[in-house]
């Protein structure tokens, strides 16, 4: 396998994509006629499909560079490029299902016994059994930051094709999370390549990777069927422009993450395709306890009045969203129907800054308290193509009641976020990618949640996810995280501003390529290029 590390960067990228419309791109039929280059030789390929995607969901920005799930976010590339799977999926209905496992029995309150598929083999050639699945939990909750508090395992046993795991908590929600792309199974004695790539069981072979592509070949030896697709080259693209250009001049074949402008260009022309779905992607602020003005609930409420989800959702997003009131959509069993935020009123806010002493007495337009103005350092990043557009909307409605927003839309925010030279932190974030709500407060809400990262504690918020941990019944967890998000919306600790309409754009002869709810799965052996 050719590990080499592709050394292109995005200005290059983005110089070919001009260079491609400027000379003429080939459409997907020529691309099958091309050669292509492993090493000094050209390799001629009269009929091999290719399929180019352009996206703005991958990279180090977005935390997800490289192939290997025991890292950071980079499960999602793994699971979404068509490398790795997990012992179970979701449906369409965010319904759990078996996939590299056949089924599960419960043999007690803190045990689950899970079957394997007898037929799944790693790209390596090791066929995956109860010790290979083993080998890869147990390296997963040594070195992953979120997934040994997710699934608090003690033990896990091997048996042949099945697996016996022991929890320290009840285990309600273990297939849940077991879901999630950090879940990928990968063979550990193969290990993972210094340019992060990894043998797993999916479709798809990565032959190169790179922060801004990945190249990936088919696997002969799929073990679900043929796969139907011979070659993918995943770009990264982040400017919104040159995505819009590269999937008209022909430069990719599909691309998730168009600016809202420009779907419109391709809606109702035949020679493209769209594929949406609502999803439970959530644009959300949170606060930073660690600045004082912000421990004043009057001004984080101010904060949370002043934010226009309406206008953000039809104006800047051209209806691509829905307004969010908690972490949830509306279409969930525990979303936003049942729960209550603050509402945009600009008066509002203004009282609730004046009860806390925050008034303009010099007339520059801004509140000012003890001779200092009430200047808010907002922290977003500039790959999800709505955060700015958030930033832009807030900078404007939030300096109608008089604070001063400062925003630093940066790429390298994880380490502004690590500097803690920030005050509210926006970002884009899926709050129920395993199915149920107690993802987003375990990752995000509790003391000791990875991504706590305003450092917001509620002693009620963590006795009521104690409970959560202890209840098997789905209705009764809806109810429980109903309470907790009315908890942290009434603390005004977070700002929910949109929940995400996906769309995928595609030319007309693409298929086997569409949106899912949980923004895992993509690139599937039922891809296929005509």
């Known amino acids: 396998m050719n590990r080499r590390k592709n050394k292109l960067i995005s200005l290059l990228m983005v110089g070919c994509i001009f260079t491609s419309i400027l000379t003429g791109c080939g459409s997907s039929t020529e691309k099958d006629a091309s050669d292509k ?33 025991h890292d950071n976010y980079s499960g999602w590339s793994a699971v979404r490029y068509g490398v ?58 040594n070195v992953h930051d979120r997934a040994p508090g997710d699934l608090d395992i003690n033990k896990i046993e091997a048996d042949g094709q099945s697996i016996t795991i022991t929890c320290n908590k009840k285990v309600v929600d273990l297939l849940n999370y077991l879901s999630d792309p950090y879940g990928a199974i990968i063979d550990m004695e193969y290990g993972v390549t210094e340019d992060r790539n990894v043998a797993g069981t999916g479709p798809f072979i990565a032959e190169k990777i790179s922060d801004s ?11 679900n069927g043929e796969v139907k697709t011979d070659r993918v080259i995943v770009k990264r693209i982040t400017d919104g422009d040159t995505l819009t250009m590269a999937l008209q001049s022909g430069e990719i074949d599909a691309t998730q993450g168009l600016p809202y402008a420009s779907l419109q260009l391709f809606e109702n022309n035949d020679d493209f395709k769209i594929s949406s779905t609502d999803t439970s992607r959530t644009f959300f602020a949170a606060m930073n306890y660690d600045n004082e003005n912000l421990q004043d609930i009057n001004v984080r409420k101010a904060i949370a009045s002043a934010i226009d989800k309406e206008g953000f959702t039809s104006v800047l997003l051209n209806g691509n969203g829905t307004p969010a009131v908690g972490p949830f959509p509306e279409n969930f069993a525990f979303g936003d129907k049942t729960v209550t935020a603050s509402e945009y009123n600009l008066d509002t806010a203004k009282e609730l800054l004046k009860k806390s002493g925050w008034e303009d007495t010099n007339g520059d337009g801004y509140v000012d308290k003890n001779g200092e103005n009430l200047t808010i350092r907002w922290l977003t990043y500039p790959g ?12 404007s409605t939030l300096k109608e009641i008089g604070i001063d927003v400062k925003v630093n839309s940066t790429a390298n925010h994880s380490d502004v976020l690590k500097s803690g030279d920030w005050d509210i932190y926006a970002s884009a974030f899926v709050t129920a990618p395993t199915g149920d709500p107690a ?14 990262r305003g450092k917001y504690y509620n002693e009620e918020l963590e006795n009521l996810y104690a409970e959560m941990s202890n209840t098997f019944d789905i209705e009764e967890r809806g109810k429980l995280a109903t309470r907790m998000q009315q908890i942290i919306l009434d603390d005004a600790s977070f700002i929910f501003a949109s929940h995400l309409k996906m769309s995928f754009v595609m030319k007309s002869n693409i298929s086997g390529f569409e949106a899912h709810p949980s923004d895992y799965y993509e690139i599937t052996a039922e891809l296929s290029v005509e």
């Open 439 to 452: 993802y987003f407060f375990t990752t995000h809400a509790l003391k000791d949640s990875t991504k706590n």
């Open 213 to 223: 592509e990945i190249e990936l070949v088919k696997n002969d030896n799929y073990w």
């Open 84 to 141: 790795g799977e997990t012992l179970f999926k979701f449906n369409e209905n965010m319904e759990l299902e078996p996939w590299l496992a056949t089924g599960y029995e419960q043999i007690d309150d803190n045990t689950m016994k899970i079957s394997l598929r007898d037929d799944v083999y790693f790209s390596s050639g090791r066929k995956m059994d109860g010790e290979a699945v083993k080998e890869c939990l147990e390296d997963l909750i």
């Open 37 to 69: 280059v492993e090493g000094n030789n050209t390799i001629t390929s009269s009929n091999e499909k290719v399929f180019t995607y352009g996206t703005t969901a991958y990279g180090p920005e977005m935390g997800n560079a490289g192939l290997n799930p």
């Open 384 to 395: 999800r193509q709505e955060l700015p557009l958030l930033a832009e909307s807030v900078q």
